[in-house]
């Protein structure tokens, strides 16, 4: 078969642990209207290209690894684009309308350095999201509107510095997996008593919290379906009622100043 024929057919692009620092060494392997499917991780990419949405048959793009500071706006506009995997860069914002992603079902944004400052308005508004992955990041909090990921099955919040959880979370009923381990939590808002997540085909991680005492009991006793099980309690719903915000002492920051995604970042 001769060579030029072979590349006109090529629609998935690997090139792991190569050294690759800019986009403009591996352009010529591809195929802008034919590609579905490019793998860049364990390289050395600081950006991306905005012309990166030229790639309009592209369903999968994984770029893990890399030295990502910053993504392109355009990058949203990928018609086709179903899984995205930017885990284990160093990201501290995202672009303007990220959340415009036509189609888009999985979306890996772990261990980088991103807060709820780092979002754009229209993030929590993907329709077609189905899994998330936020863990080992910065967010004290989330959005309200964490409720329009109306489609959500798996949510990944482990390793962050969470003090709060949004109520809204508990209208995101087709969630299967909620993880939420590692942070600062002492309660959890009744509301997500709502939601299916004790059982065989479900993952609840709720581990290394500071909880209340009577939380912390609960898991101590019967793990995370014990916690499940008392915050769907009118006992519990009417203590949670009643406890001012700042009537539980704000647990401290774990240090992560060794971070990998915080490695040759310049303080501003």
């Given at each position: 078969m001769p060579k030029d024929k072979?590349?006109?057919e090529v629609t998935e692009v690997?090139?792991?642990d190569r050294n690759i620092t800019?986009?403009?060494q591996i352009s010529h392997l591809i195929e802008a209207e034919t590609i579905t499917r490019l793998t860049l991780s364990h390289n050395k990419l600081t950006a991306l290209p905005a012309n990166i949405a030229d790639l309009i048959s592209l369903t999968s793009l994984n770029l893990w690894n890399n030295q990502?500071?910053?993504?392109p706006s355009s990058i949203s506009s990928l018609p086709k684009l179903k899984i995205l995997n930017i885990?284990?860069?160093k990201l501290t914002i995202l672009p303007r309308g990220f959340g415009s992603f036509p189609v888009l079902e999985i979306l890996d944004l772990t261990y980088n350095n991103l807060s709820e400052r780092s979002l754009p308005g229209n993030f929590f508004f993907m329709k077609t999201l189905r899994a998330l992955y936020l863990g080992d990041n910065d967010f004290e909090m989330l959005p309200g509107d964490v409720e329009n990921l109306e489609n959500l099955q798996v949510l990944v919040l482990r390793e962050n510095d969470l003090l709060t959880l949004p109520r809204e979370l508990g209208k995101l009923t087709r969630l299967r997996e909620?993880?939420?381990?590692?942070n600062r939590l002492a309660m959890i808002p009744?509301?997500?008593g709502n939601l299916e997540l004790i059982g065989s085909k479900q993952v609840l991680r709720l581990e290394h919290n500071?909880?209340?005492p009577r939380l912390q009991e609960q898991f101590d006793a019967n793990g995370a379906a014990g916690v499940w099980s008392h915050i769907r309690t009118d006992d519990y719903r009417y203590f949670f009622g009643r406890q001012e915000p700042s009537s539980t002492p704000v647990p401290p920051k774990r240090n992560k100043e060794k971070k990998v995604s915080r490695k040759g970042i310049q303080q501003a």
């Open positions: 072979k590349k006109e690997e090139h792991v800019t986009f403009s990502i500071e910053e993504l885990g284990m860069n909620l993880h939420i381990q590692g009744p509301e997500l500071p909880f209340i």
